[in-house]
C-alpha cells in the first residue's frame, strides 16, 4: 500500500503537497526533536467534538503536566506560554491565521496543514495559488514561524485530527475594547491573531475579512 504522503498527493492534484520532513517545509517552520509522548497520551484522552472542530487556547491537563517546564524553557525561550489544543474535524482550508510569534505544534494524529507565506500577501489578500499542503504524521513536532500563515489542520482518517498548540500566554484569547485601524487592524480576530477568510467561509458571516482568492481547497484522503 502506498504510504500517506503519496496518497495524498494523488488525491490532491490542484495543491503542491509535501511532508513536514522535507526541505520544503523550511521556509515555513522547522521540525523540532523533542519527546512529547507525555502531552500527546494526554491529549489523546480528550474526547472528540459529535461534530466540527473545537480549540481551547490552554488546556489545563496539559499545562498540569510536568513537561509544561520543559516547553516553557526549550520551545518558548522562558517566555510566557500555553498549551492549548485543536481538534475535531475539518477537511477545508476557509481562513489562515498569524500571530507576531512562533507557534508550536505537536501531531497528536496524523493531519495535514495549509500554509502560506506573510511575504506573499498583497497588502490584505492572499491568492490560494500561494498555499502549499503539508503532511504533518503523528508523534511529530514543529515550530511554526511567525511569518507563516495557518489554520486549523485537515484530517486525513474518519477519526478526525487532533494537535497541540503551544503560544505565548494570552494568544488566541478575545480582544479586549477597540479593534486597532492602521495596518493589518482590520484582520485582528483576537489577541495576537490575525485572520483572513475565504468568501465562502463561515467566518465571513461573522466579521472576518474575505482576503483569500481563488479555490478553497478540499483536503481528500
Known amino acids: 500500500m502506498a504510504d500517506m504522503l503519496t496518497i495524498l498527493r494523488e488525491k490532491n492534484p ?14 515555513f517552520g522547522r521540525v523540532i526533536e523533542m519527546d512529547a509522548s507525555s502531552l500527546i497520551e ?12 473545537k480549540y481551547v487556547p490552554d488546556l489545563p491537563a496539559l499545562e498540569a503536566l510536568p513537561i509544561f517546564d520543559v516547553v516553557k524553557n526549550d520551545l518558548r525561550g522562558q517566555g510566557s506560554c500555553q498549551i492549548g489544543y485543536c481538534w475535531g474535524y475539518s477537511s477545508m482550508l476557509n481562513c ?28 490584505l489578500d492572499l491568492s490560494c495559488d500561494k498555499i502549499t499542503a503539508f503532511y504533518f504524521p503523528k508523534g511529530t513536532v514543529i515550530e511554526v514561524y511567525a511569518t507563516t500563515l495557518h489554520f486549523c489542520p485537515c484530517q486525513v482518517q474518519d477519526e478526525g485530527f487532533k494537535c497541540i498548540v503551544v503560544l505565548p500566554r494570552g494568544t ?17 480576530w483576537a489577541k495576537d491573531k490575525w485572520l483572513v477568510a475565504h468568501p465562502d467561509a463561515p467566518a465571513v458571516s461573522r466579521g472576518a475579512y474575505p482576503g483569500l482568492h481563488g479555490e478553497n481547497y478540499k483536503i481528500n484522503y
Open 14 to 27: 490542484g495543491i503542491p503537497f509535501y511532508s513536514v520532513l522535507d526541505p520544503e517545509f523550511r521556509p
Open 42 to 53: 494526554e491529549a489523546d484522552k480528550v474526547e472528540m467534538p459529535e461534530a466540527g472542530s
Open 96 to 123: 489562515l491565521e498569524y500571530h507576531r510569534a512562533s507557534e508550536h505544534n505537536i501531531a497528536v494524529t496524523d493531519m495535514v496543514l495549509l500554509l502560506a507565506q506573510q511575504q506573499d500577501m498583497e497588502g
Open 172 to 188: 488566541n484569547h478575545p480582544l479586549e475594547g477597540e479593534k486597532p485601524t492602521l495596518g493589518d487592524g482590520r484582520l485582528l
